[in-house]
């Protein structure tokens, strides 16, 4: 079984600042992780994924997140937040492979705001 | 290139009836997934589709089925509908052993 929780259901960050997004995930297999980000009235649009490999990964603008399988986390990251960044944003878990990779466990979401 | 298609994008019903949604997956993509998203919350995972056959299925009962045609695109039946089915009815497309899921625009239904 699979399960995700985001630290936070509304951040908020200042124009510029860094963002900061958590997310913890449980899996008793070895997980592919995944950052979506949804826009009001859209569906939800691939930021970065982990498969396997390196564990930074670098994703659509100017996000990053890193895989720490210790801390069972996956935060995402971005340096300097843009008022184009307020959005919901989505962490999710799958199995690795096969089918498994279409059925996606998803956390509860995170608002973030981005003040100017 | 068109991604994933749905349609329609907003549907009233009312309790009891039956709804059917319909699903266009991304040119290249054979694999088609379902996930209802309630207001406030993440999407949930309720089946998957590859070569016609159901592969996967999440915790919802029989009253969601499915259907995949030869073409890849894919329906979602809801029989016997609940106040609690109102949602925004997430599409998702890929290709085995391919990318990762991308999502269409969702279809929003209203129960009353």
């Known amino acids: 079984a699979q399960s995700v929780t985001q630290l936070g259901s509304h951040v908020s960050v200042s124009e510029g600042a860094l963002v900061l997004l958590r997310c913890n995930y449980s899996?008793?297999?070895?997980?592919?992780l995944f950052w979506y980000v949804q826009y009001p009235n859209q569906g939800l649009q691939l930021l970065l994924k982990?498969?396997?490999?390196?564990?930074l990964v670098k994703g659509i603008n100017g996000f990053e997140a890193e895989f720490k399988k210790s801390e069972t986390s996956f935060h995402l990251t971005k340096p300097s937040a843009h008022m184009s960044d307020a959005a919901e944003y989505f962490c999710?878990?799958?199995?690795?492979?096969?089918?498994?990779?279409?059925?996606?466990?998803f956390g509860q979401g995170t608002i973030l705001t981005v003040h100017p | 290139d068109a991604g994933v298609t749905q349609s329609p994008t907003h549907l009233i019903k009312t309790r009891g009836q039956q709804v059917t949604l319909r699903c266009s997956p991304k040119?290249?993509?054979?694999?088609v997934s379902w996930y209802q998203q309630a207001l406030g919350q993440g999407p949930q995972f309720i089946f998957q589709?590859?070569?016609?056959?159901?592969?996967q299925r999440g915790n919802f009962p029989d009253r969601f089925s499915g259907h995949q045609f030869p073409n890849y695109s894919s329906e979602l039946n809801v029989n016997a509908l609940l106040l609690g089915d109102s949602a925004l009815y997430l599409c998702?497309?890929?290709?085995?052993?391919?990318?990762?899921?991308?999502f269409g625009n969702g279809t929003r239904l209203t129960v009353t």
């Open positions: 998702a497309s890929r290709k085995v052993g391919g990318s990762p899921l991308h």
């Open positions: 899996s008793s297999v070895p997980p592919y």
């Open positions: 982990y498969t396997t490999g390196a564990t």
């Open positions: 999710a878990v799958s199995a690795a492979g096969g089918t498994s990779y279409g059925k996606l466990t």
């Open positions: 040119s290249g993509h054979d694999t």
């Open positions: 589709y590859y070569e016609e056959e159901e592969r």
